[in-house]
């Protein structure tokens, strides 16, 4: 197993600092390491004081680390003061280093010493193979305002021209969506995913400490990035609120595809709710087939525009299991199903297919949905089955309902289908037949 290394602040509080990295090590599959360059006393609400540990105490973590490991790379955190800096970049002189530069908490505490500027400058900015600061802390470095993509551009190339090998500059903390701008080999990337409006702690954190931990496993720096701003964004949207004040980032190693705003939103929540439906789907609901579950774009019109599985969610020993990845353009069927639904309700955008009984069209109807059914001994020759199927019991009933089923056919697998307004919509409703059909006998 590769190792990746962080030297940072502990926090108590578990939000942030080495806390953080180590978890999103191990979600990583990585072996974490850490160094401890100060400890804090703090919550998600404050920082109530910090101690910075003795040169020699941190000098002596690094060399019995060094001395039995083989690491992978190495990020900085929260490094203090210009003394700590310094020695950090003697002692890690040579290795991959990817430095943070901390110097406020998301509270707002201060969380370095006035010498600290001249330690990154003079020492640990020199030593990096990616520094990677957020708006505020590049316009520490630099000493100008960051306003728009040329100044965030700007800034990096002057930055890379202290001495920082690659820079990527977070956008988080700029206007629109959450531009993140890398400066390597040269050239420039960006990476841009949709803002999420939560106060989080541990997101700089947990970001860097991703990157590392695809360093060390090999990735090159555009592919490490990109990976890292995934999973940062997925953590992300699923932080956790365990004290009173600001969310804590909860990393998870799935990472969102960087594709453009609209097409990630519809991506993520499409794949978390088959994440959510992999945790208590009856097995006896998978079809021979398999299950796929779709969700399109606001006014679609061809299957392209239609998120769904690449594969299917299928039975794997006791347990179902997601077979592809969701893509656009991956389903013909399910996408068939969903366009002939917004043919006539703009607002049905999702839908997932499930087994056939007797039983279970009963339990929906005893969930209170709205059902409907067509024969495949009906079907018009030259037609496709979904399309024609959807829209026939649409026709029939004047609306789109909850659930169409049919009976199936020669080579032909009965089959039962959810509608919904989306994937959210969809599970609420696959929940309820689930509790209806225990009242069936």
Not at 46 to 69: H, R, T, V
Not at 128 to 152: M, Q, V, Y
Not at 300 to 318: D, F, H, L, V
Request: aromatic fraction near 8%; charge should be positive.
């Amino acid at each position: 197993m590769k190792i990746a290394l962080t030297i940072g602040g502990s926090d108590c509080s578990g939000g942030a600092g080495i806390q953080a990295d180590l978890k999103s090590f191990f979600v990583a599959r990585v072996h974490g390491a850490s160094i401890v360059t100060c400890i804090t006393a703090q919550n998600t609400r404050e920082i109530k004081d910090i101690y910075p540990l003795p040169l020699k105490e941190i000098e002596l973590q690094i060399d019995a680390i060094m001395e039995d490991f083989d690491i992978g790379a190495t990020k900085t955190g929260m490094v203090y003061s210009k003394e700590i800096a310094k020695m950090i970049a003697k002692k890690m002189k040579g290795f991959p280093l990817v430095v943070d530069p901390v110097f406020l908490s998301t509270t707002g505490y201060s969380l370095s010493s006035e010498s600290l500027i001249d330690g990154l400058k003079n020492y640990l900015i020199p030593s990096s193979f990616l520094l990677t600061p957020n708006k505020k802390e590049a316009e520490i470095i630099c000493g100008k305002k960051i306003e728009n993509a040329r100044d965030a551009k700007d800034a990096c190339i002057a930055m890379h021209e202290m001495g920082a090998r690659n820079v990527l500059l977070k956008g988080g903390h700029m206007e629109g969506d959450a531009t993140d701008f890398l400066f390597a080999n040269e050239k420039f990337y960006s990476f841009t995913l949709p803002r999420i409006k939560k106060e989080i702690h541990g997101s700089g954190c947990t970001l860097s400490a991703f990157i590392t931990a695809f360093l060390a496993k090999g990735d090159d720096i555009i592919q490490a990035v990109k990976k890292a701003k995934g999973c940062t964004w997925s953590s992300i949207a699923k932080s956790i609120n365990p004290g009173k004040g600001v969310s804590i980032i909860f990393p998870t190693s799935k990472h969102v595809p960087i594709i453009n705003g609209e097409k990630t939103k519809i991506w993520f929540s499409l794949q978390s709710a088959i994440d959510e439906l992999i945790s208590f789907l009856p097995l006896s609901y998978i079809p021979e087939v398999g299950i796929n579950f779709g969700y399109a774009f606001p006014n679609a019109t061809e299957s392209k525009q239609i998120c769904a599985i690449e594969g299917r969610i299928i039975k794997a020993g006791n347990k179902a299991f997601q077979a592809g990845e969701c893509k656009f353009g991956a389903s013909k069927h399910i996408a068939s199903i969903i366009l002939a639904c917004m043919e006539n309700d703009k607002t049905k955008r999702a839908a997932m297919n499930i087994s056939y009984s007797p039983k279970i069209v009963e339990a929906c109807k005893q969930a209170g949905l709205t059902v409907g059914n067509f024969s495949r001994k009906d079907e018009p020759p030259g037609k496709s089955t979904m399309e024609w199927g959807t829209k026939f019991v649409i026709d029939s009933l004047g609306y789109v309902p909850d659930v169409i089923w049919d009976e199936g056919g020669i080579g032909k697998e009965a089959m039962v289908r959810i509608i919904g307004e989306n994937p959210r919509n969809v599970i609420e409703k696959l929940r309820k037949i689930c509790r209806a059909e225990k009242r069936v006998k």
